[in-house]
């Protein structure tokens, strides 16, 4: 049995720099977004989150090649993070600072979002925000400052609401006047059309939650078109991807994708930062560094995270960190051409054998009729992505063996022929050499 799969790595180099306002290099921002596993949303600054959970965490996130944290400032006075009026409570502060430090020890600058202030009155909404961006003016440790989470929904729906069309009018101007150091950005989903009818941002921001099926239709292109609307309506402003990622599971069907896992959450991240990579965005901030072991309004929402519960890796954060090192270092990371590349295994005769891959949804495989043969149905699937391949035989007939290969560029790859029944898994850089750098 032989399984084919074509593609090729393209590497290239890109110029990264220090950061500047409103003047960032390409892929210069590696970022992710925060909240503690055990106290996200609103219990993230209270007394719930011991002392050292910052520390570990950015540390953590530095281990990852983060360079960028955004992070949530929440309005809360049940919490009493600030007073009715917006006056923001010293404890708040005190724990906004703990987290700052703990980033910059790490090298990780923070982007804060205000939350929960566009249908307050202007004087409590200015009081709360004048708390810390006067603080925090010219601040270093601050990248930017993000003056709200999704104004158009997480859907990308329209700017509709007058009282949020006013708040980030007006909410722009004065973060402007406390600080025109830093720039100023708006966490969009795809609304800048819209956005630039009011304010361009000094950064053009946008979360990137596109369909599946999008990408399989279109590919590379889907990121492409998303990000040529971010320049058409904000020109000559960096581009800033606030979210990226998606659920390593669905078993409550949230999302409509039951079939997610974390090989496939993996893949995804693989097809963004791919994208993100050819079209040259200036920064990038995945969705979410950390999964939550506590309940959510949402049971998919604890599984964003590319780290989980316990702390160890997911394939994602793998595939973040190969991303964000290659960038660090002024290198791409290589995308194939066609991400899309077939992968089809070939009927043989005595011998089963199955691609872990199948639970992920990215290879549907059956029976041949007489119960000896195999059959799969082609889907797409890029080991260039996530270059490791598994496969389990369960069953080989006495002299049968199997092998699996990898054509690309006129030239075959073979892996280690297999005798025995068993689980197989290859780094395919072992096998398969990258090519020269242009």
């Not at 609307?229 to 949230?254: C, F, L, T």
Request: proline content about 6%.
């Amino acid at each position: 049995m032989i399984n084919k799969l074509v593609f090729a790595l393209v590497m290239a180099f890109a110029a990264c720099s220090v950061f500047a306002q409103s003047s960032f290099a390409p892929l210069s921002i590696r970022g992710t977004n925060y909240y503690p596993a055990l106290t996200p949303w609103g219990d993230m600054w209270s007394e719930k989150t011991p002392a050292d959970t910052y520390e570990k965490d950015m540390a953590l996130a530095a281990s990852l090649g983060v360079n960028a944290a955004r992070t949530f400032l929440f309005f809360d006075t049940e919490r009493g993070y600030n007073t009715a009026d917006g006056a923001v409570s010293p404890y708040m502060l005190k724990r906004f600072e703990e987290l700052l430090s703990a980033a910059d020890k790490h090298g990780i600058r923070v982007i804060p979002c205000f939350e929960g202030l566009y249908d307050k009155n202007e004087a409590v909404w200015k009081k709360f925000i004048s708390c810390f961006v006067k603080k925090y003016s010219g601040d270093s440790r601050i990248l930017m400052w993000d003056l709200m989470n999704e104004p158009g929904g997480s859907v990308g729906g329209p700017l509709g609401d007058e009282r949020i069309a006013a708040f980030v009018k007006d909410g722009f101007a004065y973060v402007k006047s406390l600080d025109p150091k830093h720039p100023v950005t708006v966490g969009l989903c795809y609304e800048i059309y819209q956005l630039s009818q009011i304010i361009v941002p000094d950064t053009s921001h946008f979360h990137d939650y596109a369909p599946w099926k999008d990408y399989r239709e279109q590919g590379l292109a889907r990121i492409g078109g998303t990000v040529a609307m971010m320049r058409q309506y904000a020109p000559a402003k960096p581009v800033i991807v606030g979210e990226y990622g998606w659920a390593s599971r669905d078993d409550k069907n949230e999302l409509g994708t039951p079939d997610m896992s974390e090989r496939l959450q993996a893949y995804r991240y693989g097809i963004c930062l791919s994208g993100y990579e050819r079209y040259r965005v200036e920064g990038v901030l995945s969705w979410c560094l950390l999964d939550y072991p506590v309940p959510l309004w949402q049971d998919a929402q604890r599984y964003y995270g590319c780290v989980r519960f316990d702390g160890s890796l997911k394939p994602s954060a793998i595939v973040m960190k190969d991303f964000y090192t290659k960038w660090a270092a002024g290198a791409d990371y290589g995308f194939s051409e066609d991400f899309n590349s077939p992968l089809t295994w070939q009927e043989t005769k005595g011998c089963r054998l199955t691609d872990e891959l199948e639970d992920d949804g990215l290879v549907l495989q059956t029976l041949g009729a007489d119960g000896n043969g195999f059959m799969a149905q082609t889907r797409t699937v890029n080991l260039g992505l996530y270059p490791y391949l598994s496969v389990c035989v369960t069953e080989l007939s006495e002299n049968a063996s199997a092998r699996v290969e990898i054509e690309a560029g006129g030239k075959t790859y073979a892996f280690p022929e297999i005798k025995e029944p068993g689980v197989y898994e290859w780094d395919v850089r072992t096998v398969m050499p990258a090519p020269d750098k242009p």
